[in-house]
T-cell receptor
Framework: DAKTTQPTSMDCAEGRAANLPCNHS???????VYWYRQIHSQGPQYIIH???NNETNEMASLIITEDRKSSTLILPHATLRDTAVYYC?????????????FGTGTQLKVEL | EPEVTQTPSHQVTQMGQEVILRCVPI?????FYWYRQILGQKVEFLVS????????KSEIFDDQFSVERPDGSNFTLKIRSTKLEDSAMYFC?????????????FGPGTRLTVL
């Protein structure tokens, strides 16, 4: 699986959009970009994933650059409850049973 | 919304004792996983399980560890003889191949403390 690079930490004001970047310059054509988050000591939570098109769900939007070498997770209106470590994971999408490899992620702190 | 559940939430044991951590995955999921997270460290993959057998395991998952799906709903992780370094949060996860194997849903975790 391709390596990813994320900033160690970011701050965001409550109610503003949080834009979390991820670099994955060695991504290959069959690798997807996944985002998870982990609120303090809880289990990781799946947020969103995509291959090359931008994706949106009830939690977030995922913007993937045209060359697929980087992506941005957008939380449109961050709240205090969005304070968490956010992980960008690149992996091949196969039938199942494949592990997730977590890095150190980005610690997002949402403040009043 | 369906969710993965884990019991107990906290387990304290003496070094050398056996422990069994229990998980109930989401009911229509077919792939099951265990991960662990030592305090202050990354989440680490232990094992994945499909069709009643292990499909992948990490170096951490040595002979002291085993997994089982004893019935149609539970998925267990057994550590035969616990060591101090086994102290960690253990997370169970499950996924449905229909929605993507990378979309794994995690339980709240069991905090294992080995004394």
């Amino acid at each position: 699986d391709a390596k990813t690079t994320q900033p160690t930490s970011m701050d965001c004001a409550e109610g503003r959009a949080a834009n979390l970047p991820c670099n994955h310059s060695t991504i290959s054509g069959n690798e997807y970009v996944y985002w998870y988050r982990q609120i303090h000591s809880q289990g990781p939570q799946y947020i969103i994933h995509g291959l090359k098109n931008n994706e949106t769900n009830e939690m977030a939007s995922l913007i993937i650059t045209e060359d697929r070498k980087s992506s941005t997770l957008i939380l449109p209106h961050a709240t205090l409850r969005d304070t968490a470590v956010y992980y960008c994971i690149v992996r091949v999408e196969v039938g199942g049973g494949n592990k997730l490899t977590f890095g150190t992620g980005t610690q997002l702190k949402v403040e009043l | 919304e369906p969710e993965v559940t884990q019991t107990p939430s906290h387990q304290v044991t003496q070094m050398g004792q056996e422990v069994i951590l229990r998980c109930v995955p989401i009911s229509n999921h077919l792939y099951f996983y265990w991960y662990r997270q030592i305090l202050g460290q990354k989440v680490e993959f232990l094992v994945s399980f499909y069709n009643n057998e292990i499909s992948e395991k990490s170096e951490i998952f040595d002979d002291q560890f085993s997994v089982e799906r004893p019935d149609g709903s539970n998925f267990t992780l057994k550590i035969r003889s616990t060591k101090l370094e086994d102290s960690a949060m253990y997370f169970c996860a499950s996924s449905d191949p229909g929605t993507g194997a990378g979309s794994q849903y995690f339980g709240p975790g069991t905090r294992l403390t080995v004394l």
